[in-house]
Nanobody
């Protein structure tokens, strides 16, 4: 059974960095596409970043985080990370890790089959 467990959220000041982690205890995470989404209060869930299955270098980012966030994976730890640098108040949201049943990278939430519980990231100005 797939179970995604996120960690690493918190409260930081603008300009700071955070690293989110998403561990999959149920299977070989390396073979499937994984993504990060976020949802701010009163807004729809939006795509942040994704990484292709069987790859550590094929990634895609939303325009709002490109150049500041980096998605990566450690296959030995069955974990996907989201390194967030130069955080802005508008990055404040609940961040969700998601995984597909396929290696193909997608950017829409309904293409993902499995979801973590979410972790809060709050950036103060």
């Amino acid at each position: 059974q797939v179970q995604l467990v996120e960690s690493g959220g918190g409260l930081v000041q603008a300009g700071a960095s955070l690293r989110l982690s998403c561990a999959d205890s149920g299977r070989t995470f390396s073979s499937v596409a994984a993504g990060w989404f976020r949802q701010a209060p009163g807004k729809e869930r939006e795509f942040v970043a994704a990484i292709r299955g069987w790859s550590t270098s094929i990634t895609y980012y939303s325009d709002s985080v490109k150049g500041r966030f980096t998605i990566s994976r450690d296959n030995a730890k069955n974990t996907v990370y989201l390194q967030m640098n130069s955080l802005k108040p508008e990055d404040t949201a609940v961040y969700y890790c998601a995984a597909r049943s396929s290696a193909v990278l997608k950017t829409t939430a309904n293409e993902y089959n499995y979801w973590g519980q979410g972790t809060q990231v709050t950036v103060s100005s």
